[in-house]
Nanobody, 123 residues
Framework: QVQLVESGGGLVQAGGSLRLSCAAS????????MGWYRQAPGKQRELVAT???????NYADSIKGRFTLSRDNAENTVYLQMDTLKPEDTAVYYC?????????????????WGQGTQVTVSS
């Protein structure tokens, strides 16, 4: 069984920093894409930052220059360093990964979501 475990959310004042981490564990053959999305109250879930299957990194325009996505491939972990946080960054942040698992019938990709971690930025 493959799962994503997130950590690092919390309450911070505007201008502060937080670091989120997401670790994928289980019988993983490979990870095609991995990153973070967020959902604010009353809004749809949106992309924050992700490593793509093509090897590039996508950032939402709203966080460019403030957030940095990094990874530890050996640990199947991604990190989201969030600096200069703003109240509008307040949301539940979800880790997402497209994980390839080897089965008896071949390889299969699973689209996994973490449980979510709350980030609250006070003004």
């Amino acid at each position: 069984q493959v799962q994503l475990v997130e950590s690092g959310g919390g309450l911070v004042q505007a201008g502060g920093s937080l670091r989120l981490s997401c670790a994928a564990s289980g019988s993983i053959f490979s990870i095609n894409a991995m990153g973070w999305y967020r959902q604010a109250p009353g809004k749809q879930r949106e992309l924050v930052a992700t490593f793509t299957s093509g090897g590039s990194t996508n950032y939402a325009d709203s966080i460019k220059g403030r957030f940095t996505l990094s990874r530890d491939n050996a640990e199947n972990t991604v990190y989201l360093q969030m600096d200069t946080l703003k109240p509008e960054d307040t949301a539940v942040y979800y880790c997402n990964a497209k994980v390839v698992v080897r089965t008896l019938w071949g390889y299969r990709e699973y689209d996994l979501w973490g449980q979510g971690t709350q980030v609250t930025v006070s003004s």
